[in-house]
């Protein structure tokens, strides 16, 4: 009896993991994908031939945009992907089953953004300059994961793929209007934590590094749950 349990759960999530790879690579997501391999190699080019690298102060902006370009897709597009497909219908058939369905798609997506740039630094690691590239993976992530999972809350809001691509757009613009003036500030979205300001000190900047990595991972555990709540609303997306 318990082998079974273990055997229908095994099925049930694999079922799920497949039907969600097969939403997350669909439509357009393979042009995301590709703008994001055609960027990074294009600067990493550029940065091979200038020879001219200040190790990650210089490629983090590569590797952050490229992250952003492979979450965006999924995560915008995702809940009007279903309406468009009517599979938003059968999601709010099964009480519960939308949380389980979105957490996955969710996580999938990010594992397989996190994949791609461990790939990316990877690389950057063995043909432009020496790094701990595992660990810059996961300072590039944070705030991708921050940004995705704002747009994910957004579009369970708008419900509306273009409409949410386009605040996101707004957002961003602003964001980075903002750069220079959170320069030295835990609040900053693109805080390079590999390009400290020269009038602080690396201790300092250390500490508003972490500061600001913990405010994006708890910001992104806040948009998540707001997402997954306002899915509870079903006349909204039917």
Do not use: C
Not at 15 to 29: D, G
Not at 104 to 118: E, G
Not at 159 to 188: C, H, P, Y
Request: no cysteine; hydrophobic share 55%; net charge positive.
């Amino acid at each position: 009896m318990k082998k079974r349990t273990v055997h229908n759960y095994y099925t049930l999530i694999s079922r799920m993991i497949l039907y969600n790879l097969r939403i997350i690579f669909a439509n357009k997501f393979i042009w995301f994908l590709a703008g994001s391999v055609v960027f990074y190699l294009g600067l990493s080019v550029i940065y091979v031939l200038s020879q001219d690298v200040s190790a990650m102060r210089d490629l983090y902006g590569v590797f952050m945009f490229s992250g952003i370009l492979l979450v965006f897709y999924p995560v915008v597009f995702g809940i009007q992907n279903d309406q468009d497909a009517r599979t938003i219908e059968i999601l709010f058939g099964i009480p519960n089953y939308r949380y389980k369905v979105w957490l996955v798609r969710i996580i999938l997506i990010f594992v397989i953004a996190s994949l791609i740039m461990l790939f990316f630094t990877f690389l950057s690691n063995v043909l432009i300059v020496k790094f701990e590239f595992v660990y810059v993976t996961i300072q590039v992530m944070i705030p991708v994961l921050f940004l995705g999972m704002m747009s994910f809350m957004l579009s369970t809001v708008v419900r509306n793929g273009n409409g949410t691509a386009v605040i996101m757009i707004i957002l961003g613009i602003l964001f980075m209007f903002l750069d220079e003036v959170l320069r030295k500030s835990q609040w900053n979205i693109f805080l390079n934590p590999f390009n400290p300001a020269w009038d602080v000190s690396e201790t300092t900047w250390a500490i508003i590094s972490l500061k600001n990595r913990i405010i994006m991972i708890a910001g992104s555990i806040l948009f998540l749950l707001a997402g997954l709540y306002n899915l509870q609303k079903r006349e909204k997306f039917m």
